[in-house]
Nanobody, 122 residues
Framework: QVQLVESGGGLVQAGGSLRLSCVASGRTFRTYAMGWFRQAPGKERETVAAISWRSGRTYYAESVKGRFTISRDNAKNTVYLQMSSLKPEDTAVYYC???????????????WGQGTQVTVSS
């Protein structure tokens, strides 16, 4: 069982930056792949980024490549999403999730946090 708690969301102007954090409970965190996902009102949940448990592999949605960076610190049971050059279309609730398989598909992730709101004003 893994419990996830996100933080770091907020209101930021377009062009600004935010760093999201997701702290996981459980001693097996380091064996899980981690992902960040987002869902805007009226839209389906989409994958933003994913990272394998050893950080050797990463995935980014085309819409965030070059602007967002996913990283993890297994010693701190934490995964991060550094977001730069934010755009109004990045506005959404952001969720982190953990899964046994590294994947870009939300359906492959077993444990989810409660989400943190990111709002980018124009």
């Amino acid at each position: 069982q893994v419990q996830l708690v996100e933080s770091g969301g907020g209101l930021v102007q377009a062009g600004g930056s935010l760093r999201l954090s997701c702290v996981a409970s459980g001693r097996t965190f380091r064996t899980y792949a981690m992902g960040w996902f987002r869902q805007a009102p009226g839209k389906e949940r989409e994958t933003v980024a994913a990272i394998s448990w050893r950080s050797g592999r990463t995935y980014y949605a085309e819409s965030v490549k070059g602007r967002f960076t996913i990283s993890r610190d297994n010693a701190k049971n934490t995964v991060y999403l550094q977001m730069s050059s934010l755009k109004p279309e990045d506005t959404a609730v952001y969720y982190c999730a953990a899964g046994l398989e590294y994947s870009s598909s939300p359906g492959r992730y077993d444990y989810w946090g409660q989400g943190t709101q990111v709002t980018v004003s124009s």
